[in-house]
């Protein structure tokens, strides 16, 4: 079993920043991939960028060059620099740990007032 906890999330004006972390414990396995999703008021959730042990990364369209996704596999944790926040960035996001199933955290909100 693996246990997700995201934190960071919270209200910014449009342009600001945050930085959301996901912190894993439980039976972490070398191999693995971490990725965050987000899911919009009456959206489906989609993927926003995830990235393996080895550190490659992957981002949505509507992210790159804005998000940057970064993990320290040594503690076993995962984040989110966001940065050029825009309203329609506004969601809840979810931290996801796939190895021999996907784990979910319990997400956090992020608000951006235009």
């Known amino acids: 079993q693996v246990q997700l906890v995201e934190s960071g999330g919270g209200l910014v004006q449009a342009g600001g920043s945050l930085r959301l972390s996901c912190a894993a414990s439980?039976?972490?396995?070398?191999?693995?991939?971490m990725a965050w999703y987000r899911q919009g008021p009456g959206k489906q959730r989609d993927l926003v960028a995830s990235?393996?042990?080895?550190?490659?990364?992957n981002y949505a369209e509507f992210v790159k060059g804005r998000f940057t996704i970064s993990r320290d596999s040594a503690k076993n944790m995962m984040y989110l620099q966001m940065d050029s926040l825009k309203p329609e960035d506004t969601a809840v996001y979810y931290c996801?740990?796939?190895?021999?199933?996907?784990?979910w955290g319990q997400g956090t909100q992020v608000t951006v007032s235009s």
């Open positions: 996801k740990y796939t190895s021999l199933r996907d784990y």
């Open positions: 439980g039976t972490i396995f070398i191999g693995d991939v």
């Open positions: 990235i393996t042990r080895g550190g490659r990364t």
